[in-house]
C-alpha cells in the first residue's frame, strides 16, 4: 500500500506582510488536516523558521532551507520566489519517508482539504494520482464563496493545492540541482493533468468537493503577483447564495466560519 504525503513549501517571515497572519493562516491548514477520515499521511514543511502553530495530532516534519529567502528587487520592487527551491527540498526529502511509493499532494499553506482526501486516495489507490476538479474559492474579507468544476472554472485552474501525484523513488530528485526528474516537472499547476497524462499516468478527478481555496485573507502568494481581483470577481459572479448548501459547505470546511 503507498504511503501518503502533503508538502508545504512556506512563505519566509522576511517575505510576509504579516508573519502572525501566516502561522494563523497555516494553523487553518492543520485544522483541514486534522479532520481526515484517515490519519495515514505525514507532513513535510521546507521553511526558513519553523512557525509558532500548534501541530498535535499530525505528524509534521519541518525541513529548514539551506539557502537565503527571497529579497525585493532594487529595479522592479517585486519579491523573488523560492518556491522552486522548496519543493526541490520537499521532493529530497520523500527520499526518506517513502518506501516503495507515495501520493504526494503540494499544499499550499492557506489551503484546505475535504475529510475524505486521503482516506479516498488510499482506497482507490490507482497508481497515478488525482486532479481536484471541483472546489471553491472563498472569499475572507466578504465571506462569500463560489463553486468551481462544472460549468465553471475548474478548481485547478486557479489553486495550486489541485493536484495528488503518484511517485516512486526513481521520480524524485536525486540532489538539489536536478531540476527534469517528475516529480519537478510539476511546476505550473495548470499543466498538471498534461504532465501526468505525457507521462502515461493520467490524472483522475476527485469525484466531489475536494478543497477550499482562500483569497483575500492579506497574504499569500496570489496578493504578491497582484492577482486578488480576478478572485473577488469570481467569486462575486458565482456567489453561493441557498443556505442548505452553505451549511454543507460549513460542516465540511468549518474553518471558513472564522471569516462568516
Same mark, same amino acid.
Given at each position: 500500500?503507498?504511503?501518503?504525503?502533503?508538502?508545504?513549501?512556506?512563505?519566509?517571515?522576511?517575505?510576509?506582510?504579516?508573519?502572525?497572519?501566516?502561522?494563523?493562516?497555516?494553523?487553518?491548514?492543520?485544522?483541514?488536516?486534522?479532520?481526515?477520515?484517515?490519519?495515514?499521511?505525514?507532513?513535510?514543511?521546507?521553511?526558513?523558521?519553523?512557525?509558532?502553530?500548534?501541530?498535535?495530532?499530525?505528524?509534521?516534519?519541518?525541513?529548514?532551507?539551506?539557502?537565503?529567502?527571497?529579497?525585493?528587487?532594487?529595479?522592479? +520592487?517585486?519579491?523573488?520566489?523560492?518556491?522552486?527551491?522548496?519543493?526541490?527540498?520537499?521532493?529530497?526529502?520523500?527520499?526518506?519517508?517513502?518506501?516503495?511509493?507515495?501520493?504526494?499532494?503540494?499544499?499550499?499553506?492557506?489551503?484546505?482539504?475535504?475529510?475524505?482526501?486521503?482516506?479516498?486516495?488510499?482506497?482507490?489507490?490507482?497508481?497515478?494520482?488525482?486532479?481536484?476538479?471541483?472546489?471553491?474559492?472563498?472569499?475572507?474579507?466578504?465571506?462569500?464563496?463560489?463553486?468551481?468544476? +462544472?460549468?465553471?472554472?475548474?478548481?485547478?485552474?486557479?489553486?495550486?493545492?489541485? %493536484?495528488?501525484?503518484?511517485?516512486?523513488?526513481?521520480?524524485?530528485?536525486?540532489?538539489?540541482?536536478?531540476?527534469?526528474?517528475?516529480?519537478?516537472?510539476?511546476?505550473?499547476?495548470?499543466?498538471?493533468?498534461?504532465? %501526468?497524462?505525457?507521462? +502515461?499516468? %493520467?490524472?483522475?478527478?476527485?469525484?466531489?468537493?475536494?478543497?477550499?481555496?482562500?483569497?483575500?485573507?492579506?497574504?499569500?502568494?496570489?496578493?504578491?503577483?497582484?492577482?486578488? +481581483?480576478?478572485?473577488?470577481?469570481?467569486?462575486?459572479?458565482?456567489?453561493? %447564495?441557498?443556505?442548505?448548501?452553505?451549511?454543507?459547505?460549513?460542516?465540511?470546511?468549518?474553518?471558513?466560519?472564522?471569516?462568516?
Amino acid at each position: 500500500m503507498p504511503s501518503f504525503h502533503f508538502g508545504i513549501p512556506l512563505m519566509s517571515r522576511a517575505m510576509s506582510r504579516d508573519w502572525t497572519l501566516v502561522c494563523r493562516n497555516l494553523a487553518r491548514t492543520f485544522e483541514s488536516l486534522r479532520r481526515q477520515t484517515s490519519k495515514d499521511f505525514r507532513v513535510l514543511i521546507t521553511c526558513h523558521e519553523i512557525p509558532n502553530v500548534d501541530t498535535s495530532g499530525l505528524d509534521v516534519e519541518f525541513i529548514l532551507a539551506d539557502f537565503l529567502p527571497p529579497s525585493i528587487s532594487n529595479e522592479t +520592487g517585486k519579491i523573488g520566489n523560492d518556491k522552486p527551491a522548496k519543493k526541490r527540498l520537499l521532493g529530497l526529502s520523500l527520499r526518506t519517508y517513502l518506501g516503495e511509493e507515495t501520493y504526494f499532494m503540494h499544499l499550499d499553506a492557506d489551503d484546505l482539504v475535504h475529510p475524505s482526501l486521503v482516506e479516498f486516495t488510499l482506497k482507490d489507490n490507482n497508481k497515478s494520482g488525482y486532479l481536484v476538479e471541483y472546489g471553491y474559492m472563498f472569499d475572507c474579507e466578504s465571506g462569500k464563496v463560489a463553486p468551481m468544476g +462544472g460549468d465553471n472554472t475548474p478548481f485547478w485552474k486557479h489553486c495550486g493545492s489541485c %493536484a495528488v501525484i503518484y511517485l516512486t523513488l526513481n521520480d524524485l530528485p536525486s540532489d538539489t540541482k536536478d531540476k527534469n526528474c517528475y516529480f519537478m516537472q510539476f511546476r505550473r499547476h495548470g499543466d498538471y493533468a498534461d504532465i %501526468a497524462e505525457k507521462h +502515461g499516468r %493520467a490524472l483522475s478527478t476527485y469525484p466531489g468537493f475536494m478543497a477550499a481555496y482562500l483569497v483575500n485573507h492579506g497574504d499569500n502568494d496570489t496578493l504578491n503577483r497582484g492577482k486578488v +481581483g480576478v478572485k473577488t470577481k469570481y467569486v462575486e459572479r458565482w456567489e453561493i %447564495a441557498d443556505s442548505s448548501e452553505l451549511a454543507t459547505i460549513f460542516l465540511d470546511f468549518p474553518m471558513l466560519l472564522d471569516f462568516t
